[in-house]
């Protein structure tokens, strides 16, 4: 398979991160006039595919489902809680967690949101963004945006969806990817992956070392 179509690997590397240092430099209102509203759409979540395994954070706290291809993948971000791809399929999907009290005071989830494509916009370039949905994701609130863009010396447009959640804890990036030539193939399962997350999770040692997860109501470990 042609180098070119591994770009994605490489690109994300250079714009995505936490942001509690861009969102220093931002003053911030705290009275939440600009959070995202009551009334919130319906949850554009799907019945996960019929072979999916879970995916935890090292902490345990987050997780998401992956179709039966896509694995860990370590190279994407070392930012990232959690990181995986399907490498033949260009399937890409890393989850970053920024916890509240590491941000600024008045941080509210569009801020957060609009501090992340700003982050996006200092290196990729011809951005193209499609519409957004504000929706509930786990019990959260959350924003899911979709773009197009280019990467600096990378001929390949790549197809992004970007899932912006706020819990009681954090804020977190639900970064997805594939080249937008395969984009009306892949999305679909990116939208499934990036709808299977769970945050907040409880996880403890067993007496043999092992970690065990609290899973949230309704949820059943992968068999």
């Known amino acids: 398979m042609p180098a070119s179509t591994f770009a994605p690997l490489w690109l994300w590397m250079a714009f995505a991160g936490c942001l ?9 209102a705290a009275d939440g006039d600009d959070a995202p509203p009551a009334a919130q759409a319906p949850s554009p979540q799907a019945p996960p595919p019929q072979a999916t395994h879970p995916l935890f954070s090292a902490d345990g706290e987050v997780m998401i ?8 993948n ?3 971000n070392a930012e990232a809680k959690i990181q995986a791809a399907d490498l033949e399929r260009e399937l890409y999907v890393l989850v970053i967690s920024e916890p509240k009290r590491e941000l600024p005071g008045g941080v509210t989830l569009a801020k957060y949101r609009e501090a992340v494509l700003d982050n996006i916009g200092k290196s990729a370039k011809s951005i193209k963004l499609g519409e957004s949905e504000q929706f ?6 959350a924003v899911q945006s979709s773009f197009t863009a280019l990467a600096p010396d990378i001929e390949p447009r790549i197809s992004y969806l970007l899932t ?6 954090a804020f977190h990036q639900i970064l997805a990817w594939t080249l937008d030539s395969l984009a009306q193939r892949n999305m679909p399962v990116l939208k499934e992956v990036s709808a299977s997350f769970q945050c907040d999770l409880r996880s403890a040692r067993t007496a043999d070392g092992r970690r065990q997860w609290s899973l949230p109501p309704g949820m059943t470990p992968s068999k």
Do not use: I, W
Request: glycine residues 4%.
């Open 20 to 28: 509690s240092a861009n969102l220093a430099d931002r003053a911030f």
């Open 164 to 169: 912006t959640v706020e819990s009681d804890k």
């Open 74 to 76: 370590l190279t994407l």
């Open 65 to 72: 489902r992956l179709p039966e291809n896509m694995t860990e």
């Open 136 to 141: 509930k994701l786990a019990g959260h609130n």
